[in-house]
């Protein structure tokens, strides 16, 4: 059975979601991101960047387990494993390859500054919210002109592009986004929070997860622990 080290994040959801739409069997270890389990020595074994979400697969491509951390790298290795939701075409295979890119680069990295320095970061710094809250609403932008043309970010057909957007845009509300001004990525949006199966694992873990409490937390997450070499 696949083992998934996760915790209820955006990043971590992607890989749920992937899971439960294959149908794959799968166990959650929860990995409390703060509480400083991905500090622990057996976590950074699978994942050196202590970050979630990490798998293992004892039944991998050679018929021999294999560990992998980063949720794009999962999400491409789970597509391989099942023929699910990455085109078998060329063309098709790096239309998808290049929208999930996107997902890594830039919706992923500017909707968590986002986050942050409109939520968490101790004192707001006016330069930090405008520019990250325009990034935001800029890449924002750039999906609903794509979906005005298209039913999915890579095509007609759903894949592991859509898998990985869709959880960075559950939280909007904390982006700075007014959803009446992207109608078409809004669309999408609703169709794709429908699925079951994407209901299903945005549900994985939710329950043990919380908002920051203690100033500890906030120190695990953001402060001095996160750049000590281990």
Request: aromatic fraction near 12%; glycine fraction near 4%.
């Given at each position: 059975m696949i083992e998934v080290y996760s915790w209820a994040t955006p990043n971590g959801h992607k890989v749920h979601i992937m899971l439960e739409e294959c149908g794959l069997p799968y166990r959650v270890k929860a990995i409390d991101i703060g509480r400083g389990d991905q500090f622990a020595p057996e976590f950074l074994r699978i994942?050196?960047?202590n970050k979630i979400p990490a798998l293992v697969d004892p039944d991998g491509p050679d018929g021999q387990p294999i560990s992998l951390f980063e949720s794009g790298a999962i999400l491409m290795y789970l597509a391989g494993k099942t023929g699910r939701f990455l085109p078998d075409s060329t063309r098709g295979r790096y239309e998808v390859l290049q929208w999930l890119m996107f997902q890594m680069a830039s919706v992923g990295p500017m909707l968590g500054q986002a986050h942050h320095f409109r939520g968490y970061a101790p004192e707001k710094i006016a330069y930090a919210v405008d520019r990250y809250t325009n990034e935001a609403r800029r890449l924002y932008g750039v999906m609903d002109k794509r979906l005005a043309a298209s039913?999915?970010?890579?095509?007609?057909?759903?894949?592991?592009?859509?898998?990985?957007?869709?959880?960075?845009?559950?939280?909007?509300?904390r982006q700075g986004i007014d959803w009446a001004e992207y109608p078409f990525l809004r669309a999408w949006f609703d169709r794709i929070d429908e699925r079951p199966a994407v209901r299903r694992g945005v549900a994985v873990l939710s329950q043990e997860r919380r908002e920051l409490r203690t100033d500890a937390e906030r120190e695990v997450l953001f402060g001095n622990q996160q750049y000590v070499r281990r």
């Open positions: 994942s050196p960047n039913a999915c970010l890579a095509g007609d057909a759903y894949s592991i592009a859509d898998i990985a957007v869709y959880p960075w845009l559950r939280s909007a509300d």
